[in-house]
């Protein structure tokens, strides 16, 4: 019988980088690590596959999934559902599977609540400072600026949940490898506070972010 594998919830703010850091691990190239697949109601973007960065669904099959308890959390953001399907999640955990959750900060809560500590492993990433913040959302060149304002003022909101967070980690420019390879030591159990990516609180990520 397998060991019970773990979830490994990756939160961070617009212009964190997650998908970034996180592509090394989908498509099950990194053993034991397992993405779980969220479904959203929004469009998908240029080169997204449906069942592989996401279930794109309707609003009103979201809803439906909502009213049948296929989700084991959902949100909105921007306005459009984001939710995490349960049956899925919950057999590759069984099957002893490290399954990665990269959710927004309030659906992470949700999880949070919902499993022990011995089997959730939490990680908060952040760029660097407010000035790396914007460089990012503004270099996309897809977004507005009310877009861009919005998810500025919601990156304040966003480090605030850090404080939920078992480990917080930086993501500088060009250094997504080694945030990677930080996630997989802290799942072995490894020490990387000695790493300059670590970054050792919440008050220390909002002090470091403005200044």
Do not use: W
Not at 34 to 61: I, N, W
Not at 132 to 143: D, S
């Amino acid at each position: 019988m397998n060991k019970r594998g773990k979830v490994l919830i990756v939160s961070g703010s617009a212009g964190s980088g997650k998908s970034t850091v996180l592509t090394p691990f989908k498509g099950g190239k990194i053993d034991p690590f397992r993405f779980s697949v969220s479904a959203t109601t929004r469009a998908p973007r240029p080169g997204e596959v449906d069942g592989k960065d996401y279930l794109f669904v309707t609003k009103e099959r979201f809803e439906e999934m909502i009213e049948k308890g296929e989700l084991i959390e959902h949100t909105t953001f921007n306005n459009n559902y984001y939710g995490t399907p349960k049956a899925p999640l919950e057999s590759m955990i069984e099957d002893g599977q490290i399954v990665i959750l990269e959710i927004e900060v309030d659906g992470a809560e949700q999880i949070m609540s919902l499993f022990n500590k011995e089997d959730l492993i939490s990680v908060f990433l952040s760029p660097p400072d407010y000035t790396t913040l914007e460089a990012r959302l503004r270099g996309r060149g897809t977004n507005t600026e009310e877009d861009i304002v919005d998810r500025l003022e919601r990156a304040k909101v966003e480090l605030e949940y850090s404080k939920l967070y078992g480990h917080i980690l930086f993501n500088f420019d060009n250094r997504a490898s080694d945030v990677t390879d930080a996630i997989v030591k802290i799942t072995k159990g490894e020490d990387v506070s000695g790493f300059d990516i670590y970054c050792e609180s919440a008050d220390a990520l909002i002090h470091k972010f403005y200044n």
